[in-house]
């Protein structure tokens, strides 16, 4: 008698067990359903919007990454290839030279080239770049706005929650399909994916 | 993959001459000398696919502890491949994404349904916990990276008084409560935030990360796992989900014989010893406790809502936008030199501040309501917990707590039962 | 058990001391690594103080070769010791992993040599219901703590500010709403204008919240200027505060007035003077650098620019007593070229008109440069918006359209036109504009209850919305070197130029030619239209009256000397000054009617800027205060 009562609850408990269980994947599968309009098929990554960028300096020091993992890059083709470049030589500087007292870069990241009169070639040298943004703030202030800075993909984590996007004060961040991940500024970024879609 | 970036570098380079040519201050050059202009160079992000490899790894990896647990029962098993995973998900992927934070992300789908989730991160979130409702939390044994970390470590592990285990372990509640809200309000994801071994896998943190990470390690050469005993807030999740999992590690493979060799051998304290035959108390103070905790909960569902509720602007106050919305209310308050850039940022960015306000509104009344629901959801976890210490289980044997237990297995090496050959064997020395 | 578990006794030492080591081994290494992360941190290679302050005395004194050599060897000392930093705590960090995973391994194999407890431990566990009671009550003493920290902080800290914020900005929303539909419903009964008004109500409806703040201003408009109340734009956020359309009305803000429309709306201007005795002059003060930019005039304050070669200057003077409160002169600006671009005689460094929205003022000079100075003569901001290629020399003068100050930057490659923010300078907007050189200035036109500023150049004339940039419309207009800027009367915008024709185009949703003329053409006076009669100023000295619907010509006259100024329209007469100095007043009316001929004694070239009683004219060298 006592047995089967014994049986009898050990029974129940199994039941009650698996209709908990049968409750919780129908919660997880209303879940995943819930979120269905949300997903993407394809990874997300991090990047900031170089037309929103006001060159604060947070990327250099948020980024768990040190150096960070947003790099100044240079798009040549904006590029007026001054010889006064405004993100290559500090304000009021005399002499056009390489020399310390005259660049803007504080880890000397960039590399000035000469290609013919009166135009030279700049080139950031990725490993030394911290992503301060000084060059790009002095480009977009005096020149064309072709240095920009943007999240190197092959340096960055893809942290769940990036450490520069908390702190941007410009709101810039934000996640973009691996397809196009680079937000630069002064060009129709989707006419770039849309081709190159076509190509392949 | 190469090519493809050279491509897309050529065509923006040419698609952007078009357009540019009416807004430089400066029109690119024309070289005499021939000279070529260098690409731009955009090195290009982790293939898609492999996200989906990462899920294939994750569930190859939670079958094999699965089965190395319920069938082979191999503490040895499941020590290798905790150190793949570590290797795997912690050094190798980094520990982005893992599914202790994943739930942020889908707590932030949730309630804002222009957020896109990448699916591999919804499965991420679900497949521990379908394992786990199956088979016990044999993600914890060997898949989790963060475990692996403690666990690897340990070496001496102190007992720790039970009922201090009973009461810290409300702290991940907590923790997952007050990360739900701070997701769901899109504030920020403080799990990941302070993940304590994610700047280990990456060989690169701030110090403050390597500073917590450096006390977790620490400690768990003494305690069994803390983080995630104590923190986890997945851990919630999987220990609630475990309680009703249709199969568990059992120590014994058959039939306990209370020979009592397991009882000091779970570092993490999830073995139950067997509970006295009689309640030692009178039955009429239990009924009388079950009486006052039927009212109690409620009190402390309200109390704790309540409270909640009073401190929603505190808990609030994280929140880049109410903090920003603060300083242009009062333009008198102290500025700190980050808060100045960012009121300039806002400024330059030319909203309106009434817009702001009126957006800052908006999520000062979901703190409102989130702080009743964290509080209210708190109240109701403690009172549950009382009821459930209150309750009197008779249970006659060595068993591992379902909720608790990580299937670890290590206390199968203690037990003298053989599942063929159920008699009891001399233990060697 | 298992036999793996065991270790030979030799073998247990051995793994003990590894133990030993590897512990202290990383021990050392963490130690390292963190006093190099305090280094780091004190080493920001972003901001050495040092080397910036050497540099800035460098520019002091450019000469000093030892400073030269110290800032070099410190910026190499900066960044090597940044980078070794940083490769010390890489190669730390490895090095660490490394120490730990021995740590592991040796624990692991010293653990698994431990003996498996034989026996049962002496000790009985804990005592199940001890357990609960202590659990129970150590739960109930978090949870209680929890709530009374809560609480606490609730009620004792900053509680108040938080409420604050959230009471404030729901009623603050409340209150606009009613505000702006306020106005609008007050109107409707005595405004010819009721039907857009409706719509605009209508509009605010839908989007009360978002666009409250345009749309309040919107509503201003409408509203005849005499009954705005001085506090209206006190209850627009502060963030944007520009003047009303009345205020710039009763100001003389940019070159040729109001809106740049050449009609100015002040009193009892004066009609005779005499530059040689010197009736009715009030003051007279020599500008120290040359410029052919008119006068503007906020409240008691005179503003102009001057510029040679190698200077520039902004000066403000007090309209009552011709004294130059200051000087200020625009130089260092980041970006601006060492040289300045050649320009031609007649046209100068500082050709383009100032502009002021009462708070402060706004010049651009011929490389670029462009200012803005508050009341007291304090730099706000400034930069350089890259030098303009233009043959003669960039002319094209400022307006504001409310916070937004409007660049018209037609140039060799490369024209645009943007609008910057009068706050930061910032770029709001900027639209490309696929035409030639311009010299002629913009005009903002107010027309079918919206804003378009009007700008002319070779080969069209164009309505762009000041809040967006977008080009609303373009016509194919004038052809050539276009100097003369657009005029404008009820719906009509009236272009010229030389070696073209004159246009008159009605503006709308499908702007259309109206009329077109090639008997008298400008070269560099703008035309003026009001009242419903262009008149039109030639450079030789011709001047002719138009029908400005119909195109009919009224009346045409000419004098005996050329005019560069533009003329302007003062208490419906025009003001013409020749090329001599002598201001032809004459009716604006349907015949020709001249009322006086006074005479400055000097050369001009520069539009007279009006405050009410005076006149403020420009001469090659000195500007006069004409007034009774």
């Known amino acids: 008698m006592e047995q089967h009562q014994e049986g009898n609850k050990i029974d129940r408990r199994k039941f009650l067990n698996s209709g908990i269980r049968a409750t919780i994947v129908l919660g997880i599968g209303g879940l995943g359903f819930s979120l269905l309009k949300n997903l993407s098929a394809e990874e997300l990554v991090w990047q900031l919007d170089a037309s929103k960028c006001i060159q604060c300096g947070r990327c250099a020091t948020s980024c768990i990454m040190t150096p960070s993992a947003v790099k100044c890059i240079h798009v040549y083709a904006m590029c007026g290839y001054c010889d006064l470049c405004g993100g290559f030589f500090r304000p009021e500087t005399k002499q056009l030279t390489t020399a310390a007292e005259n660049q803007l870069c504080p880890t000397s990241a960039i590399k000035r080239k000469f290609v013919e009169e009166p135009f030279f070639e700049y080139e950031i040298i990725e490993n030394l770049c911290i992503g301060c943004g000084k060059c790009v703030k002095g480009c977009e202030a005096f020149g064309n706005g072709s240095l920009q800075l943007q999240v190197s993909h092959n340096l960055c984590k893809n942290c769940n929650q990036c450490a520069i996007a908390r702190v941007c004060p410009a709101d810039a961040f934000s996640r973009v399909p691996v397809k196009s991940p680079y937000l630069f500024k002064g060009f129709g970024n989707k006419k770039l994916v849309k081709p190159a879609e076509d190509d392949e | 993959m190469k090519k493809i970036v050279l491509l897309l570098s050529l065509l923006f380079v040419l698609t952007f001459q078009f357009e540019s040519a009416f807004s430089q201050r400066f029109p690119k050059p024309e070289f005499e000398n021939g000279h070529q202009q260098p690409p731009t160079l955009t090195p290009a992000p982790r293939a898609s696919l492999m996200q989906w490899f990462d899920v294939f790894v994750l569930l190859a990896s939670l079958s094999v502890a699965s089965w190395l647990v319920i069938k082979k029962r191999s503490r040895r098993g499941v020590f290798w491949l905790s150190v793949f995973s570590l290797a795997y998900f912690g050094f190798y992927r980094e520990g982005c994404i893992c599914p202790v934070g994943s739930v942020q992300n889908i707590v932030l789908g949730m309630f804002h349904p222009g957020y896109v989730i990448p699916a591999t991160v919804v499965l991420f979130f679900a497949m521990p916990l379908i394992f786990t409702l199956f088979f016990g939390r044999t993600f914890c044994a060997g898949v989790c990276p963060l475990g692996a970390m403690q666990d690897l470590v340990l070496y001496k592990p102190v007992n720790l008084k039970p009922w201090l285990q009973k009461a810290l372990g409300l702290i991940p509640y907590i923790y997952l409560g007050l990360a739900v809200l701070y997701a769901a309000t899109a504030t920020d994801f403080i799990i990941c935030r302070y993940d304590p071994f994610v700047g280990f896998f990456r060989f690169d943190a701030t110090f403050s990360m390597f500073f917590l990470g450096g006390i977790f390690m620490l400690m768990s050469l003494f305690i069994g796992r803390p983080y995630c005993r104590f923190l986890c807030p997945y851990g919630v999740l999987l220990n609630l989900t475990s309680l009703v999992s249709r199969k568990h590690l059992t120590i014994a493979p058959t039939k306990c014989i209370q020979c009592r060799l397991c009882e000091d051998s779970c570092p993490f304290g999830a073995i139950e010893v067997p509970s006295p035959v009689k309640p030692a108390e009178m039955r009429e103070t239990t009924v009388q406790r079950f009486l006052i905790l039927t009212i109690i909960i409620p009190v402390l569902v309200f109390a704790g809502g309540f409270a909640g509720g009073r401190i929603h602007e505190k808990l609030a106050s994280v929140h880049p936008k109410v903090e920003l919305a603060q300083h242009l209310l009062n333009p008198e308050k102290e500025v700190t030199e980050e808060m100045r850039v960012n009121l300039d940022a806002f400024k330059t960015a030319g909203k309106p501040t009434k817009e702001l306000f009126a957006e800052v509104a908006v999520i000062l009344h979901d703190f409102y309501v989130g702080g009743w629901i964290l509080g209210g959801f708190l109240g109701l976890v403690f009172g549950l917990s009382l009821a459930n210490l209150s309750k009197f289980k008779y249970q006659p044997d060595y068993i591992t707590n379902k909720g608790t237990c990580f299937s670890c297995a290590r206390c199968v090496d203690y037990c003298p039962v053989k599942d063929e050959n159920p008699i009891l064997q001399k233990p060697q020395n | 058990m298992k036999n793996y578990n065991k270790l030979p006794e030799t073998n247990l030492k051995l793994w003990k001391g590894l133990a030993l080591f590897a512990g202290i081994f990383s021990f050392i290494i963490c130690f390292l690594i963190i006093v190099n992360f305090v280094q780091i941190n004190r080493i920001d290679p972003v901001n050495v103080e040092t080397v910036n302050a050497l540099v800035q005395r460098l520019h002091e004194n450019p000469e000093d070769l030892a400073l030269r050599e110290q800032i070099r060897e410190l910026d190499l000392l900066a960044r090597k010791a940044y980078f070794t930093t940083q490769w010390q705590i890489r190669t730390g960090g490895y090095l660490l992993v490394a120490g730990i995973a021995l740590l592991i391994l040796s624990l692991q194999m010293i653990i698994s040599a431990r003996p498996k407890n034989p026996i049962p431990s002496a000790q009985a566990p804990e005592n199940y219901l001890f357990t609960q009671k202590n659990a129970r009550k150590w739960i109930s003493a978090g949870g209680i703590s929890m709530v009374a920290i809560a609480l606490l902080l609730a009620f004792l800290t900053h509680n ?9 900005s729901k009623p603050n929303q409340i209150t606009e709403n009613e505000e702006v539909v306020e106005i609008p419903v007050a109107e409707i009964s005595d405004s010819i204008k009721a039907d857009q008004i409706v719509n605009e109500v209508s509009v605010l409806d839908n989007q009360i919240i978002t666009t409250a703040q345009d749309s309040s201003q919107n509503t201003v408009k409408t509203q005849s200027p005499a009954d705005i109340p001085a506090e209206k734009p006190a209850s627009i956020s502060k963030v944007d505060d520009f003047p009303s359309d009345d205020e710039l009305r009763r100001n003389f803000p940019f070159f040729r007035g109001f809106d740049g429309l050449g009609i100015a709306f002040q009193k009892n201007i004066p009609t005779d003077w005499d530059g040689a005795t010197g009736r009715n002059i009030l003051w007279k003060i020599k500008i120290p650098l040359p410029g052919f930019n008119s006068p503007i005039v906020w409240g008691d304050r005179v503003f102009l620019t001057g510029a040679s070669n190698n200077k520039k200057e902004v000066y403000c003077i007090e309209a009552s007593s011709g004294k130059i409160l200051w000087t200020v002169e625009v130089k260092d600006i980041p970006g601006s070229p060492g040289t300045s671009p050649k320009v031609t005689d007649d046209t100068g460094h500082a050709a383009p008109g100032m502009a002021t929205d009462g708070q402060r003022v706004y010049a651009i000079f011929s490389n670029g440069d462009i200012i803005a100075l508050d009341f007291a003569g304090k730099q706000v901001w400034v930069k350089n918006l890259g030098v303009p290629k233009n043959h003669y020399g960039h002319s094209s003068s400022l307006i504001i359209f409310r916070n937004k100050l409007i660049v018209q930057y037609d140039q060799g490659a490369g024209g645009q036109v943007m609008a910057l923010s009068v ?48 080009e ?34 009605k503006v709308g949703e499908k702007p259309e030619v109206l009329w077109e003329s090639d008997e008298y053409l400008s070269d560099v006076p703008s035309p003026v239209a009001a009242s419903g009669l262009l008149f039109l100023v030639t450079s030789y000295g011709a001047v002719a009256c138009y029908d400005a619907i119909t195109g009919n010509k009224f009346w045409e006259h000419e004098f005996d000397e050329g005019f560069y100024s533009s003329p302007m329209i003062v208490e419906n007469r025009v003001y013409l000054v020749n090329k001599k100095g002598v201001t032809h007043i004459f009716k604006a009316d349907k015949e020709f009617v001249a009322i006086a001929d006074p005479e400055i004694g000097e050369k001009s070239v520069c539009t007279p800027a009006f405050s009410n009683g005076k006149i403020y004219l420009r001469t090659q060298t000195s500007l006069f205060c004409i007034g009774s």
Do not use: C, H, M
Not at chain 3, 160 to 168: C, E, F, H, P, Q
Not at chain 3, 432 to 455: D, F, H, Q, Y
Not at chain 3, 482 to 489: E, I, L, R, T
């Open chain 3, 160 to 168: 108040k500010l938080g409420n604050n914020l959230s009471d404030a």
């Open chain 3, 423 to 470: 706050s930061t300078g910032d770029i709001l907007w900027s639209t490309p504009r696929k035409v030639k050189i311009s010299w002629a200035s913009p005009i903002l036109i107010s027309n079918a209850g919206r804003t378009e500023i009007v700008l002319v150049a070779d080969p069209n004339v164009a309505g762009y919305d000041p809040e967006t940039g977008v």
């Open chain 3, 472 to 505: 609303l419309w373009s016509i194919k207009g004038v052809i050539g070197e276009v100097g003369p800027s657009p005029a404008f009367d009820d719906g009509v915008v009236f272009v010229t130029n030389d070696y073209s024709k004159l246009l008159a185009i």
